[in-house]
């Protein structure tokens, strides 16, 4: 029997609907279990700078008269797990481990941090002031939504804080992390204020500085300068300046530590840590353990280059391991695992 025309469309255009109504239907089943969050925006992610997981290791270069250099040490920075609250706002702790603290850069708890992950902007406010007449006050560390020709205004840590430091974006572009991961990258030069340098921002990450050194470079011609060393995310490195190292203490041209890493295993552990140290670390050495908010947990003495330390009475987390003899010093974040 042969169908009527106006029946034959009707059912070639039901036909014609249904695969389009179950791709729309699938897509916003997949939208709804994970695909559809607030850091992304038109399918483009957007990487958050707060993580409890992440560290910074910061090259410090001390220049002596004439230019040349005279110091190199590593400050490590991470931001603890707890949170505060400060006037209502809920931050995050910035903790640094600086075996050389100065007053322009101190240790421990060095201030506080907050973002927006919708705004996709980084606020840092100071533990302490730095200067008799500097107002602690949150203050802009970073705007990761800006765009090419955009302009911003940040203030970095320390000494930075104390002037503004107006970029303009010139350029972005991508960079592959050591683990082939892709970040945006931002390009930016100075337009004002002390700004004296380009700078670069990779996102998750923050400034080639050092995370708390946007736009810090108005003392950086005559006495210091800043480099990111390396970056990680848990146990993960993902950014290194130098191939090698990622702890540097250099005096008057004499390398220490930096080429004789320690070997601490197992990572994660359980109920022991063992530890070998270099040949050069004959002596006795005095151990210690902290954990993320810089408490100091554990400290005792130890002699030779190889023994063990008991760590079942730890909460499960990353801690911080330091070693200290008059050779040097060496840091090493290791995970504790639940012990059973």
């Given at each position: 029997?042969?169908?009527?025309?106006?029946?034959?469309?009707?059912?070639?255009?039901?036909?014609?609907k249904l695969p389009n109504r179950i791709a729309l239907l699938a897509a916003a089943v997949l939208c709804f279990f994970s695909l559809c969050d607030s850091t992304r925006v038109f399918g483009q992610d957007y990487v958050p700078?707060?993580?409890?997981?992440?560290?910074?290791?910061?090259?410090?270069?001390?220049?002596?008269?004439?230019?040349?250099?005279?110091?190199?040490?590593?400050?490590d920075f991470w931001i603890a797990e707890n949170d505060t609250i400060i006037n209502d706002t809920v931050y995050n702790t910035v903790i640094a481990n600086n075996p050389n603290s100065t007053g322009y850069f101190p240790n421990g708890t060095?201030?506080?941090?907050?973002?927006?992950?919708?705004?996709?902007?980084?606020?840092?406010?100071?533990?302490?002031?730095?200067?008799?007449?500097?107002?602690?006050?949150d203050r802009l560390l970073y705007d990761f939504s800006i765009e090419s020709g955009d302009t911003v205004e940040v203030f970095g840590m320390y000494t930075c804080p104390e002037f503004w430091n107006t970029y303009v974006v010139s350029s972005t572009?991508?960079?592959?992390?050591?683990?082939?991961?892709?970040?945006?990258?931002?390009?930016?030069?100075?337009?004002?204020?002390?700004?004296?340098?380009n700078d670069q921002w990779i996102e998750g990450i923050g400034s080639l500085n050092g995370m708390p050194f946007p736009a810090c470079y108005q003392l950086q011609t005559i006495s210091f300068s800043l480099d990111l060393l390396c970056y990680f995310e848990g146990e993960t490195k993902l950014y290194a300046l130098m191939e090698d190292t990622c702890e540097v203490y250099w005096?008057?041209?004499?390398?220490?530590?930096?080429?004789n890493p320690i070997h601490c295993y197992p990572n994660p552990a359980r109920?022991?840590?063992?530890?070998?140290?270099?040949?050069?670390?004959?002596?006795?050495?005095?151990?210690s353990i902290f954990d993320l908010s810089g408490r100091l947990l554990f400290?005792?003495?130890?002699?030779?280059?190889?023994?063990?330390?008991?760590?079942?009475?730890?909460?499960?987390?990353?801690?911080?391991?330091?070693?200290?003899?008059?050779?040097?010093?060496?840091?090493?974040?290791?995970l504790k695992h639940l012990t059973i």
């Open positions: 029997m042969r169908v009527p025309s106006d029946l034959n469309l009707s059912y070639l255009r039901m036909k014609t700078l707060i993580d409890a997981s992440k560290q910074w290791n910061v090259m410090v270069t001390w220049y002596a008269y004439g230019g040349s250099p005279a110091i190199k040490n590593t400050i060095v201030g506080f941090i907050r973002e927006d992950t919708l705004e996709r902007k980084v606020y840092f406010r100071d533990y302490e002031a730095t200067e008799p007449f500097f107002t602690i006050k572009s991508s960079v592959s992390l050591l683990n082939g991961s892709e970040r945006k990258v931002w390009n930016l030069s100075p337009i004002g204020g002390y700004a004296q340098n005096t008057s041209s004499v390398s220490e530590l930096a080429a109920n022991e840590l063992n530890i070998s140290l270099p040949d050069n670390f004959h002596d006795c050495h005095t151990i400290q005792e003495v130890h002699c030779g280059n190889e023994f063990k330390l008991d760590v079942k009475a730890l909460q499960p987390g990353f801690y911080l391991l330091r070693i200290m003899n008059p050779t040097g010093i060496i840091d090493q974040k290791f």
